[in-house]
């Protein structure tokens, strides 16, 4: 079993808050997690990082023991490719399941048919 967590370049514009908070509420929630489901493993996700803000978060989440699969900068959200919505710039069901493609490949979670 899997535990996601997912950071969607939401607190870009306010990075302290994120470092100081957020990030050790991830840890928090790794380890009740962890409690609650003992054979399971927690990672965060990180994807639609437009900016540098991301190298900035990685060393805390090696400091605390989190596992991350780092989609930075894998795609670009764009109206035009169906990766956004038209007017406020945000990820579309698309991009969503772009990134669900990769964490299934990533941990490998893809089902297996025996034929």
């Known amino acids: 079993m899997q535990s996601i967590y997912l950071i969607t ?11 100081l908070s957020v ?23 990180i ?12 060393p805390h989440f090696e400091r605390l023991g989190l596992q991350y699969l780092n989609y930075d900068e894998m795609m670009k959200l764009s109206v035009e490719d169906g990766l956004a919505i038209a007017g406020d710039g945000h990820p579309t069901g698309t991009a969503h399941k772009l990134v669900a493609e990769w964490i299934v490949t990533d941990l490998g979670l893809a089902a297996t048919t025996d034929n």
């Open 9 to 19: 370049g939401y607190c870009r514009s306010d990075y302290l808050v994120f470092e």
């Open 23 to 45: 990030i050790p509420l991830l840890g928090l929630n790794r380890d009740n997690s962890l409690v609650l489901y003992p054979n399971t493993a927690f990672h965060v996700v």
């Open 47 to 58: 994807y639609l990082d437009e900016g540098d803000y991301v190298e900035g978060m990685i």
